[in-house]
């Protein structure tokens, strides 16, 4: 069983910084390409952000590209989006995902539950 619980998400003014967290087993780091999805309101969820492999190789949406950046802490076995200069367009509810790689895109086998970022202006 694949579990991954986010945390971090918050209320934030445009140009603050969040990161977000996302905790999980060892054994699913290990197996699982780990990424950062998102889902703005009445919209469909997007890529954002993935890593695979140790050390971890990673790539970014356009979208976000220079402004967020993922990290791995092996030792707590989290996967970080660190996400710099928010924008008011970045309000969404951001989930965590665990999937493998298939082409040039990520697909997912198992979500998070879900952190809320909502960014005021």
């Known amino acids: 069983q694949v579990r991954l619980v986010e945390s971090g998400g918050r209320l934030v003014q445009a140009g603050d910084s969040v990161e977000l967290s996302c905790a999980a087993s060892?054994?699913?780091?290990?197996?699982?390409?780990m990424g950062w999805f998102r889902q703005a309101p009445g919209k469909e969820r997007h890529f954002l952000a993935r890593?695979?492999?140790?050390?971890?190789?990673?790539s970014y949406a356009d979208s976000v590209k220079g402004r967020f950046t993922l990290s791995r802490d092996n030792a707590k076995n989290t996967l970080h989006l660190q996400m710099n200069n928010l924008r008011p367009e970045d309000t969404a509810v951001y989930y965590c995902?665990?999937?493998?790689?298939?082409?040039?895109?990520?697909?997912?086998?198992?979500w998070g539950q879900g952190t809320q970022v909502i960014v005021s202006a």
């Open positions: 995902a665990a999937g493998r790689i298939t082409g040039n895109t990520m697909t997912t086998d198992y």
């Open positions: 060892k054994s699913t780091f290990n197996t699982y390409t």
């Open positions: 890593m695979n492999g140790n050390p971890g190789f990673t």
